[in-house]
């Protein structure tokens, strides 16, 4: 499975951003989907799942009421919509893949990682 996110960059606080992961090389219909971000000198930390069967979510308390996970029919394609943008989301997000189909929270369920992409926001 490769993974490549999209979406990122620079946003004032209090604003909007919309990231996309696109899938490819095997389907992704029976996987659990996952965001996480890691900060600069920080370890990398779960942001959002969406699980495979009935598409069930789950947050960091951080980002809930802000930040919303969803997947296309096809099941290609993972978003991360990301409203009330704080400088303290500022970090380098990623896409993951969880083949167990549950949506862990955790970074040694994910197997497959996209490369990350940039997310910086300024007050």
């Known amino acids: 499975v490769q993974l490549v996110e999209s979406g990122g960059g620079l946003v004032q606080a209090g604003g909007s951003l919309r990231l996309s992961c696109a899938a490819s090389?095997?389907?992704?219909?029976?996987?659990?989907m996952g965001w996480f971000r890691q900060a600069p000198g920080k370890e990398r930390e779960f942001v959002a799942a969406?699980?495979?069967?009935?598409?069930?979510?789950n947050y960091a308390d951080s980002v809930k009421g802000r930040f919303t996970i969803s997947r296309d029919n096809a099941k290609t394609t993972v978003t991360l919509q990301m409203n009330s943008l704080k400088p303290e989301d500022t970090a380098v997000y990623y896409c993951?893949?969880?083949?167990w189909g549950l949506g862990a929270t955790t970074v040694g369920r994910y197997d497959y990682w996209g490369q990350g992409t940039q997310v910086t926001v300024f007050s």
């Open positions: 969406i699980s495979w069967r009935i598409g069930n979510t």
């Open positions: 090389g095997r389907t992704i219909s029976t996987y659990a």
């Open positions: 993951a893949a969880d083949p």
